[in-house]
């Protein structure tokens, strides 16, 4: 018997447990709008309102829309980085919107996040080997050997060598950076990983290359994305679904492939014609056959 709700790329592998990965429900983030020339806060401003959706296990969920559409802030309040104003977040089945400190360090080695820019997400004051071995430090429960052996196993899984270890993050290109820090977001074995902008930053010619370790890591590991990025063509490629943000909402919901073939959105159509059709990416980045 065929199942018929599989659909995406890379979304066969189901536990039977928690299909979902990630799921968030009427999630909204008010901040206070700027105070007026009286010094009274005038009214509140939703960064993000009622925003819901979930992200399965194995899949990539691409969060689009144009710039201050509210998709860091979604990221963000993914893992609780931020606090919601209100809605739920549910992490593989356990709901985290009101969970205390140390539970959320654990929920924080099994979901976790790249960003955009890893010379502000890297300290730079740390050595290489300890940036990638401080999550597992923080969760506890490693011995020495084991940190070793894992930040070991994944510098050369990210394509770094052992003389990388003792570098500081001023000594490394972005793109070591970025490696590193993916390194880091997968030492402790997560399951989802939020990616905000991951590569953004990077210089374009070695854009694709990270994106490809990615996806090998993916398939490897069976991680779930939530991928946020406002270059589609990059979305093309990486996405099983897309997530579409606009002010604060989403507007737009569906399957890669469909929503590619048929936007219902002006706004998406909007987002997807700023592709141009002879960016690099066209070329260089080559979906896996499904
Ligand atoms: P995106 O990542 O899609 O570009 P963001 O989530 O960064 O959008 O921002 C969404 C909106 O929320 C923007 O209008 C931004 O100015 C606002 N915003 C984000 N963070 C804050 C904050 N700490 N205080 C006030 N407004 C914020
Ligand atoms: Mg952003």
């Given at each position: 018997m065929t199942d018929t709700t599989m659909t995406g790329a890379r979304n066969r592998v189901r536990s039977g447990i928690h299909d979902t990965a990630l799921a968030v429900e009427g999630l909204t983030k008010s901040y206070p709008a700027r105070r007026n020339l009286l010094g009274r806060i005038a009214e509140s401003v939703d960064a993000v309102r009622g925003v819901s959706f979930e992200v399965r296990r194995g899949e990539t969920l691409a969060l689009v829309g144009e710039s201050g559409a509210g998709k860091s802030t979604v990221g963000r309040l993914a893992l609780r980085l931020i606090e919601p104003t209100s809605g739920s977040i549910t992490v593989l089945g356990d709901d985290i919107t009101a969970i205390g400190a140390s539970d959320l360090r654990k929920i924080r080695t099994r979901a976790t996040m790249i960003f955009q820019d890893p010379f502000k997400s890297?300290?730079?004051?740390?050595?290489i080997r300890y940036s990638i071995a401080e999550p597992m430090l923080a969760q506890g429960g490693y011995s020495a050997a084991d940190r070793a052996k894992r930040v070991a196993t994944l510098l050369d899984r990210v394509g770094?060598?052992?003389?990388?270890?003792?570098?500081?993050?001023?000594?490394?290109?972005g793109g070591q950076l970025q490696r590193v820090a993916i390194a880091r977001a997968l030492v402790t074995d997560p399951e989802i990983v939020v990616c905000?902008?991951?590569?953004?930053?990077?210089?374009m010619s070695i854009r694709s290359h990270v994106v490809n370790l990615l996806r090998e890591l993916q398939e490897e590991r069976n991680l779930a994305y939530l991928f946020i990025s406002h270059d589609m063509s990059l979305v093309r490629v990486i996405a099983d679904r897309i997530a579409v943000m606009k002010r604060g909402e989403l507007v737009e919901c569906e399957d890669a492939a469909a929503l590619f073939a048929n936007p219902t959105q002006e706004y998406t159509r909007t987002l997807l014609s700023a592709?141009?059709?002879?960016?690099p990416s066209r070329r260089t980045f080559r979906p896996a056959p499904s």
């Open positions: 890297l300290n730079p004051r740390a050595q770094l060598t052992s003389h990388h270890l003792e570098r500081y993050p001023y000594e490394m290109s905000d902008e991951p590569v953004a930053a990077l210089d592709i141009p059709a002879s960016h």
